[in-house]
C-alpha cells in the first residue's frame, strides 16, 4: 500500500510505502489518525500547516456491494475541530485499486491566484504529475466536469472544488463525480473544500489504467461476508430494490418527520410545514413519471452499489433538472426555508451543486437569513437569488457562504441552529431527542450521520440501561458513534446500517469481509473498539484544538422555546451529555 | 358528542383510498364518524386494509410500525390528526429514538426485543426468522 504525498508549497509528490504502524487503518480511521498525528490543532485550518487527507474504506474496490466510499478529512473551517466527511464515488474505488491507502495534501504555494491539477495515474506505483488549472476557476462545475474529462478521457474519475471553495467559505465542499460524470457527489460538510482551494488545488484527477486492484488476504472469508452483506441489503425493507431507498430515496422521510412533529420549519420554529407533502420522496416520485410518462426509479451513486437511493428530479419538458435531491437538502432549502416549490428547491439544490456548497448549511443559513428579515420565508426565488450571491462572491454572498453561526452572528440572530459551528441536520432534537444528544456530543458538530445502527447483540455494552432514560440514550449514542466510526472506516455507505441492524447475518458479513480484506479476526466487538479508537483520537484533537466538552451543548433557544406540535424543549440533562465521552 | 371529525392524512399510494383513485402523492380528508370510533372503524371505513399500512401517527405520537399495529384499538377523538404511510416509508430507529408514542405502541416497543431497537419491522416475520416481534 502507497501513501501518495503532494506538497502544494512546490507542487512535488512524493510516493512511499505506507507506514506499518497504520496497517489496519482505512476510511475515517485513516484520515483522523493522520490529521490527528500531523496537523497542530492550533493551526488555522486555511493555512499552510493543516492537511487535506484521503482514504478508502477496508472494502473500498473490492466488489463487497455499496463500498465505494471515500473519507475527506482536515482540521475544519467551520467547526474549528477535526472533520471527516465522505461520499460515495468511482473516485474512491479508482484510489483503492492503485493500492493509495492515504493521499495527503499538504503546504500552501506563495502565490496567490493560482490554481493546479494533480493526475494520478500508476505505473508500478502511483504517479502525480501537475497541471496548471487557473482557466477552469471562477465558473460553475457543470460547464468545467466536461472539460477535464476531455482533457484526460473517460476512464478517469475526478475530485474538485466549486467556487465557494475557492472563496474560502466555511460552507464548501469537496466534490466528486457521480456514474453518469456529474459533480455531485459531495463530502459536502465542514467547508473541506475551502481547505483543499487554500492550497491552490482545483482537481484531483485519478486514471486507473494499469492499477494492480484491491489485494484481499482471505478470498474464501471475504466472499462468505460478501454475500451475507449482499443477502441483507436486498432482503431489507428500507435497502432492497423497489424498496423504500430506491423508489422514493432518502425524501421519503420528509413526510414521515413532519407527521412525527420533527421536521424543523422556518428556522426551528416549529416541528411541522404545511407545505411538507408537496417536497417529499413521494412526490419526486409522482413529478418524475408526470413529467417522463413513466416510472422512474433511483440509482446508484458509485459503482457497485445495490441499494441505489440516488434520485433525479426532471423539469416540466423531461429535462434533467437535478441529481440528488437528498432529505437533507429538501429540508434544507425546502421546509426550513418555508419554501414549498419543488421547482424552487430542486433548483436550489442544482445551484448548491453548481457551486460547490453543502446544501445544509446553505438551507440552514438562509433560514437564518430569513429570521433576520433579509427576505421572507417562503420566497423560492429571493432563496435563488441569495445562493447566487454566494457562488459568485458578493459581499453578502461571502457572509452567508461563511455559514450559519457567521451569519446568524453579522444579522443579529438569536435562534441559531448550530453545534460547534455546524448546522443542524432535519431532526429536531426536540421532538427526537436520541439524535439530539448525538448533535450535541459528535466530534464533528451537528451531524446526523454520526450516530447510526450498533447490532443487537452487542447491546450488551450499554448494560440494563432502559434505552428510554436519559442515561440510556446516552449509553445508546456513544455506541452508535463508535459503530459509525467504523462504517465510516469500513468503505461500505451508512445506509448498510438498516440491514444489518436487523439482519444479524448481515451484520457478520460485514465483519467477514473485514477480516477477509485484512487478514484479521476482529469479532463484533473489536469493530466496537475501532470504532472508539477514531472516537477518542477525534476528541483528543479537539480538546486540543481548544474545543471542550461544554461545546457539547444544544444552543440555548432549544432549551428554552418549546416546539409545536409536541410543544417539548430539549430536557436531556448536561450531565447525560457529559457521559456520553466520558464514559468512552 | 354523537360525532366527530377526524383529519386524516394519506400518503403515497395509499392516497387512493382518499376518494380520487389517481392520486398518489397524498390526501387529505375530514371524516365524521361516530363517537368511540377506532383505528380499526377509521380503517374499515376507508377500506383500507390494516395490512397495507405501515408507519401510523395520531396527532404527531407514533401508534404503529410494519408489522405492529398495537394502535387498531385506540379509540380516537374529536379533531384527532390520523397520518396512515404506505409500506414503502421507512423511520429509522436513530431517527426517531425518543419519539413521542402512544401509550399503547410505547409499551408493544418496550416489551419487543431489544426493546424497539429496529429499522423495520416486516410483517409476519421478524429479523432473522426469530420469531413475530
Known sequence: ?584 | MSEITLDVWLYGPLARYGGNAQEKVFANLHPCLPAGTTVRDLLNHLGLPAEERGITFINGDLSAMPGMQPDLDHELRDGDRIALFHLRSMWPFQYRHGAAAIPEMAEALQQSRDMGLHHAYDPGKAPDGEGTI
Open chain 1, 1 to 584: 500500500m502507497w501513501f501518495v504525498r503532494i506538497d502544494m508549497t512546490n507542487r512535488s509528490a512524493a510516493v512511499s510505502e505506507a507506514p506499518a504502524k497504520y496497517k489496519y487503518l482505512a476510511g475515517r480511521a485513516m484520515t483522523s489518525t493522520l490529521v490527528a498525528d500531523e496537523v497542530p490543532p492550533l493551526c488555522h485550518p486555511l493555512g499552510p500547516s493543516n492537511k487535506l487527507v484521503f482514504a478508502g474504506g477496508i472494502t473500498t474496490g473490492t466488489p463487497a456491494p455499496t463500498s465505494a466510499r471515500i473519507s475527506v478529512g482536515a482540521k475544519s473551517p467551520l467547526t474549528g475541530g477535526i472533520k471527516e466527511a465522505n461520499a460515495g464515488s468511482s473516485w474512491a474505488a479508482d484510489l483503492a485499486v492503485m493500492q493509495i491507502q492515504a493521499l495527503v495534501v499538504e503546504g500552501q504555494p506563495a502565490e496567490k491566484g493560482k490554481y493546479w491539477g494533480a493526475y494520478i495515474t500508476y505505473d508500478g506505483k502511483p504517479k502525480v504529475e501537475f497541471f496548471d488549472a487557473t482557466e477552469y476557476t471562477g465558473k460553475v462545475l457543470p460547464e468545467v466536469f466536461p472539460k477535464i474529462y476531455e482533457k484526460f478521457g473517460d476512464k478517469i474519475s475526478i475530485c474538485s472544488i466549486g467556487t465557494a471553495g475557492e472563496f474560502g467559505y466555511g460552507n464548501s465542499g469537496v466534490v466528486f463525480n457521480d456514474l453518469a460524470k456529474r459533480p455531485t457527489r459531495y463530502s459536502g460538510r465542514g467547508g473541506l473544500g475551502a481547505v483543499m482551494g487554500s492550497k491552490g488545488l482545483k482537481f484531483l484527477v485519478l486514471n486507473r489504467e494499469n492499477a494492480p486492484g484491491v489485494h484481499i488476504e482471505d478470498k474464501a472469508l471475504f466472499d462468505e461476508g460478501r454475500k451475507k452483506m449482499i443477502d441483507a441489503l436486498r432482503t431489507h425493507a428500507i435497502t432492497k430494490p423497489k424498496g423504500a431507498l430506491n423508489s422514493y430515496g432518502t425524501a421519503v422521510l420528509i413526510n414521515i418527520m413532519n407527521e412525527a412533529g420533527g421536521l424543523p420549519t422556518r428556522n426551528f420554529s416549529s416541528g411541522r410545514f404545511e407545505g411538507a407533502p408537496k417536497i417529499a420522496g413521494e412526490a419526486i416520485f409522482e413529478t418524475n413519471k408526470e413529467r417522463l410518462g413513466k416510472e422512474l426509479y433511483n440509482h446508484a451513486c458509485s459503482p457497485g452499489c445495490i441499494i441505489q437511493c440516488s434520485n433525479t428530479y426532471h423539469k416540466v419538458d423531461g429535462s434533467e433538472h437535478t441529481s440528488c435531491i437528498e432529505y437533507e437538502s429538501d429540508w434544507s432549502l425546502g421546509a426550513n426555508c418555508g419554501i414549498d416549490n419543488l421547482d424552487h428547491v430542486a433548483e436550489l439544490n442544482a445551484l448548491c451543486n453548481a457551486y460547490g456548497l453543502d446544501t445544509i448549511e446553505t438551507g440552514v443559513t438562509i433560514g437564518v437569513a430569513m429570521e433576520a428579515g433579509v427576505i421572507p420565508f417562503g420566497d423560492g426565488e429571493a432563496a435563488i437569488k441569495l445562493v447566487h450571491e454566494i457562488g459568485k462572491g458578493t459581499p453578502q454572498g461571502r457572509i452567508l457562504g461563511a455559514g450559519t453561526e457567521t451569519a446568524g452572528k453579522v444579522y443579529g440572530v438569536k435562534r441559531v441552529p448550530t453545534v460547534k459551528g455546524q448546522a443542524m441536520p432535519a431532526y429536531e432534537p426536540r421532538a427526537v431527542k436520541g439524535i439530539g444528544i448525538t448533535y450535541a456530543t459528535s466530534t464533528m458538530g451537528a451531524d446526523h450521520t454520526a450516530g447510526y445502527t450498533i447490532a443487537p447483540e452487542i447491546l450488551g455494552v450499554m448494560g440494563k440501561q432502559d434505552p428510554l432514560s436519559n442515561e440510556g440514550k446516552a449509553a445508546l449514542s456513544r455506541a452508535f458513534q463508535a459503530t459509525t466510526a467504523f462504517i465510516d472506516s469500513c468503505g461500505h455507505c451508512l445506509f448498510i446500517a438498516f440491514a444489518i441492524l436487523d439482519i444479524a447475518s448481515g451484520y457478520q458479513g460485514m465483519i467477514d469481509e473485514c477480516n477477509g480484506v485484512l487478514g484479521t479476526k476482529w469479532t463484533a466487538d473489536d469493530i466496537l473498539k475501532y470504532g472508539a479508537e477514531v472516537l477518542k483520537k477525534e476528541r483528543a484533537f479537539n480538546e486540543a484544538a481548544g474545543i471542550p466538552k461544554e461545546a457539547d451543548r444544544m444552543p440555548e433557544f432549544m432549551l428554552k422555546e418549546p416546539l409545536p406540535p409536541h410543544n417539548q424543549v430539549f430536557d436531556i440533562p448536561e450531565s447525560a451529555l457529559d457521559s456520553v465521552y466520558g464514559e468512552l
